[in-house]
């Protein structure tokens, strides 16, 4: 069993603002930018709308694809700094009218002091960008078994020791990307970020239920793992308790309940 312990230390108490007790909207507009990650296995946003209708909110959500066309045409450049120079992203944030737009890090953002830089002097771009458009900024901690996969095949596809050696690096990497950009003064006025630990989540889930059960490939979740991404998504956008919550998608009932108790143990735990 893995020793979370330090990454606990971390990733706890990251941000003076937000809580549990913050009163939930009965309605949300919500961006996720990304590529596959939202319609590999169904992806995540789908259960993020079935949490969310099961819920009674009144959710409309979408990534790119909705706006910019199918895969071939809604494609974005995974990293930030790159999405900063791409007029549809820009031009869609500005004129969305959206309450939340989702960004997602990359496992390499934060392995190297240089290109960590670089990413949080993107990210600080854009999240004066979408606060400016009226949108609150969540970050969606990439997986991070990417950087611990041994090999191609997919029973060896996954070592989740290795993926933990790195993830106190990755995970303070979001800590400085959340510190720097609450700091920011935009309108004379500090705003909030949600990060939502999407990483460790799945490092649990590949504990929990295995490789086979949770990776659809080497970069990609199962229809399950997205199930539960959605639900952690749900969970931190919304503050609702996924755990009343009666949307089971295609999870057993057993694996649901191990998904929304963690969950709601990262929410309460992981601000």
Not at 24 to 39: E, I, P
Not at 180 to 203: C, F, K, Y
Request: aromatic fraction near 12%.
């Amino acid at each position: 069993m893995l020793n979370r312990m330090p990454l606990a230390v971390l990733f706890c108490s990251l941000s003076v603002f937000g809580s549990l007790t913050a009163e939930a909207d009965d309605s949300y507009k919500v961006l996720f930018l990304g590529n596959s990650m939202y319609f590999v296995s169904g992806g995540s946003v789908t259960p993020f709308k079935g949490f969310c209708s099961a819920a009674g909110i009144e959710c409309e959500a979408a990534s790119q694809f909705e706006y910019f066309g199918p895969p071939l045409l809604g494609r974005i450049n995974p990293f930030i700094d790159n999405q900063l120079h791409d007029e549809r992203i820009l031009s869609l944030i500005k004129s969305g009218g959206f309450d939340y737009v989702v960004l997602k890090t990359r496992p390499t953002d934060f392995l190297d002091e240089t290109t960590a830089q670089v990413t949080v002097e993107a990210f600080k771009e854009m999240h004066r960008l979408i606060v400016t458009s009226g949108a609150q900024t969540v970050i969606y901690m990439q997986h991070m078994m990417e950087i611990g996969r041994v090999g191609l095949g997919l029973s060896e596809r996954v070592d989740a020791d290795a993926a933990f050696e790195t993830m106190p690096q990755i995970v303070e990497g979001h800590r400085k990307v959340r510190a720097e950009l609450e700091a920011m003064r935009i309108n004379d006025e500090q705003h909030s970020i949600l990060l939502v630990p999407v990483g460790l989540l799945r490092i649990d889930g590949t504990e929990e239920f295995g490789v086979d059960a949770w990776w659809a490939d080497r970069f990609h979740g199962t229809e399950l793992a997205e199930y539960a991404t959605g639900c952690m998504l749900y969970a931190y956008i919304t503050k609702n308790d996924p755990r009343t919550n009666t949307f089971g998608d295609n999870a057993t009932q057993e694996q649901a309940e191990w998904i929304k108790n963690r969950v709601w143990w990262y929410r309460t735990n992981f601000q």
